[in-house]
């Protein structure tokens, strides 16, 4: 006779399928990203009120005085 499966194995499998679509579906997000970075379809949305201008990697101060 062949062993007869119960409810609960049955539903882990499914947690486990579940859990790896997730996981490839993180994974076709992150590489839809990727794809879209590599081609310049993204955009940096900071105002750059928060950067300073530097020079040779030093940061420019405005003098006033």
């Known amino acids: 006779m062949s062993p007869v499966r119960t409810g609960g194995e049955n ?3 499914r947690e486990k399928a ?3 679509m997730q996981f490839l579906l993180f994974l076709l997000f ?3 990203l990727t794809a879209a970075s590599a081609f310049g ?3 940096d ?3 750059s009120a ?3 201008p ?3 990697g030093r940061r420019w101060r ?3 005085c």
């Open 30 to 32: 992150l590489a839809a």
């Open 45 to 47: 949305t900071r105002d």
């Open 11 to 13: 539903h882990s499998d």
């Open 41 to 43: 379809l993204t955009a």
């Open 54 to 56: 530097t020079e040779e």
């Open 62 to 64: 405005s003098r006033t």
């Open 18 to 20: 579940s859990a790896a």
């Open 50 to 52: 928060d950067w300073k």
